[in-house]
């Protein structure tokens, strides 16, 4: 498509800094760009008609990790790292919740449980003996509390299940689609402009400028580039993350739905929570990580069907439901769990690999991609 004068004048002249991905870091590095340049030139580039990956299509936990994830993490991660992993992502979220508003996110802290599979209950006492360690480890990260995970008695009335819970008393949820309203309505009221299905196939330096490239598209040149496409980021650069597909299914509401929090089910791999009187899960990942290792959007009757299963028999094994609406997401991950925050070439920087915690460390994570810039 050949730009007229008017649109190449309006929209595409002079972009000091370019921004592909309009997700939770893609807006977030765009805002502070904006705080730091007031009269800069910001565009937000975005491949869908709404952001692509996770940012909207995720479970909207404000979680940081589980007992069980902690433990996974420590056998790849030494303590420090993982006491910094939790740290950032405690921050990240507090930072989301400073900029925007619980109000405007729909943050509810209701708290967060783990739960196990009565035929694990090996696991599920590892898990617990735990506790006191991993509380003594993120005691500074809390402002010295002791207590962050606890075991409860199950009142949901679970099926299949050990008979106790682990509690986490600072975990929440929000709403992801009022989160990203929310962030969407900041950056235009800062003057920063998304273009909305403009997917960028590949860019190149020309001149001390950026040269980005889409199908049928004019060229557009940018002083700066800025890459916070996550779980998309292998289609454009060369980097130590992967596509991660998480699948998702809601409910239709449920009379005298008694479950409120947001639950975590085999070291993370399954979640839940209540949503507007509906039950909201996700997961399945694990069936088949070799088919979920994909950038295309869709669901499979193997995750389906476990999800659905896991409804019937563990979760609302006395409830009818009807299942509303399926979906999936693109999540980035990798061997290690920090984010991948760097310059990669000459006016060229990325953020990326949030590891399914996009929704807590994402604010933080734009923050910092911006940071990388002096001006």
Request: proline share 3%; with cysteine; net charge neutral.
């Amino acid at each position: 498509m050949n730009l007229s004068y008017w649109e190449r004048n309006s929209w595409f002249e002079d972009i000091d800094y370019a921004i592909i991905g309009s997700g939770i870091v893609g807006l977030n590095c765009a805002l502070a760009l904006r705080s730091r340049f007031p009269k800069a030139r910001i565009v937000v580039f975005e491949r869908g008609m709404l952001p692509s990956g996770a940012s909207t299509k995720n479970a909207g936990f404000a979680c940081f990790g589980s007992v069980s994830e902690i433990l996974e993490d420590l056998k790849t991660h030494t303590e420090e790292e993982v006491i910094q992993l939790v740290r950032d992502r405690v921050a990240g979220l507090q930072l989301l919740r400073d900029n925007l508003g619980d109000s405007a996110i729909g943050f509810k802290a209701f708290g967060g449980y783990e739960l196990f599979l009565k035929d694990k209950p090996e696991f599920f006492n590892l898990c617990v003996e735990a506790i006191p360690r991993i509380n003594e480890m993120l005691k500074e990260v809390f402002y010295g509390q002791n207590e962050v995970f606890s075991v409860k008695k199950d009142h949901f009335s679970f099926k299949n299940t050990q008979k106790e819970l682990i509690f986490n008393r600072f975990e929440a949820q929000l709403d992801t689609g009022a989160m990203m309203r929310a962030l969407i309505k900041k950056a235009y009221e800062k003057d920063i402009l998304i273009v909305n299905n403009a997917k960028i196939e590949s860019f190149y330096a020309e001149n001390d400028q950026i040269l980005l490239k889409m199908d049928s598209f004019d060229p557009i040149l940018a002083k700066k580039l800025f890459i916070a496409t996550n779980g998309f980021a292998k289609e454009l650069i060369d980097a130590a993350v992967s596509p991660a597909r998480a699948q998702v299914l809601i409910t239709k509401p449920i009379k005298d739905l008694h479950i409120k929090g947001t639950f975590h089910l085999d070291r993370g791999y399954y979640y839940f929570r209540n949503i507007n009187d509906r039950i909201l899960l996700g997961g399945g990942r694990n069936l088949d990580f070799s088919a979920e290792e994909t950038s295309e959007m869709g669901v499979t009757a193997l995750v389906q069907e476990h999800l659905t299963e896991l409804l019937r028999t563990t979760i609302l094994p006395d409830s009818p439901f009807i299942i509303d609406r399926q979906w999936s997401g693109i999540m980035g991950v990798g061997s290690r769990k920090k984010p991948i925050i760097k310059k990669l070439a000459t006016n060229v920087y990325c953020g990326v690999r949030l590891g399914g915690m996009g929704v807590a460390i994402g604010s933080s994570v734009g923050k910092q991609l911006a940071d990388l810039v002096n001006s």
